[in-house]
């Protein structure tokens, strides 16, 4: 089984740092990288490119757009006018696209983050939207999404590659949409539950629901959050899992559709 291992890079402003991207981008094989809205900067995307491009063909980069809310890292929730979500969508995929082309990369792949990312995979209209505008700026790039049949869908309509990542560190409801981090044990933060979720994925194609329930779970990708406690040694762990099962570690732009 092929698998992509990704996790959401770029993501300090100024002179302060959130994660260890330099070890994590030694583990996964796709990085998303934050476009300067909810976090990062200029300075911290080129550098964190460069970084990625150090590995070669091994990994992918990819833009990770979320609101304009760096004082709330993305997370809340913004009402905004979609065709003024859309403009937001495609100024960060060209931020982040102009640092990779200088850098002698292609950006492969983008991902809604946050807030963000939970609406669209909720809503249908603003999933339509949105993917739109990823369609009009590069109808070439990957979507990397949470389970999300409005984003699916969205991408069969406009004619994009939607490539399901499973967040092995959050809780999910009955439908797959991940539940919302003011719920208890959302986040989970106990590594063995973590690996059993990953080793339960890869052997049976499945997850176990917020509410208890065995729901299908299709995957390209396992996304570990980098900006949560010992998340290099939660992600040493989980790519050792999907090696020890038999499985490949392959970012998903190389990965058969």
Not at 30 to 39: D, E, R, T
Not at 45 to 53: D, F, G, H, K, Y
Request: glycine residues 10%; aromatic residues 4%.
């Amino acid at each position: 089984m092929d698998i992509d291992l990704n996790a959401d890079l770029g993501e300090g402003f100024g002179p302060w740092r959130m994660g260890d991207d330099e070890a994590l981008l030694k583990i996964i094989s796709s990085a998303n990288i934050a476009c300067g809205f909810h976090a990062g900067d200029p300075v911290i995307m080129e550098r964190t490119v460069r970084l990625a491009a150090t590995r070669g063909i091994d990994i992918d980069i990819g833009a990770h757009v979320g609101f304009p809310d760096l004082m709330g890292f993305g997370r809340r929730q913004m009402q905004i006018d979609p065709t003024e979500l859309a403009s937001h969508v495609i100024y960060q995929l060209g931020a982040l696209a102009g640092i990779t082309q200088a850098c002698g990369r292609r950006m492969t792949h983008m991902s809604f983050h946050g807030a963000l990312g939970n609406m669209a995979a909720a809503d249908p209209v603003l999933a339509m939207v949105l993917v739109e505008a990823v369609a009009r700026f590069d109808a070439g790039l990957i979507i990397s999404s949470s389970a999300s049949l409005a984003i699916e869908r969205a991408g069969d309509h406009h004619g994009l590659r939607v490539a399901s990542s499973f967040l092995a560190d959050r809780a999910c409801d009955d439908n797959g949409l991940l539940v919302p981090r003011k719920l208890p044990d959302s986040v989970i933060h106990d590594s063995e539950k973590v690996l059993e979720r990953v080793t339960q994925l890869l052997e049976e194609g499945t997850v176990t629901s917020y509410s208890g329930r065995k729901i299908p779970m299709r995957a390209s990708s396992i996304l570990l959050h980098g900006d949560t406690p010992g998340s290099v040694a939660l992600a040493e762990a989980v790519r050792a899992k999907i090696e020890a099962t038999g499985g490949r570690i392959v970012p998903i732009s190389r990965q058969s559709p």
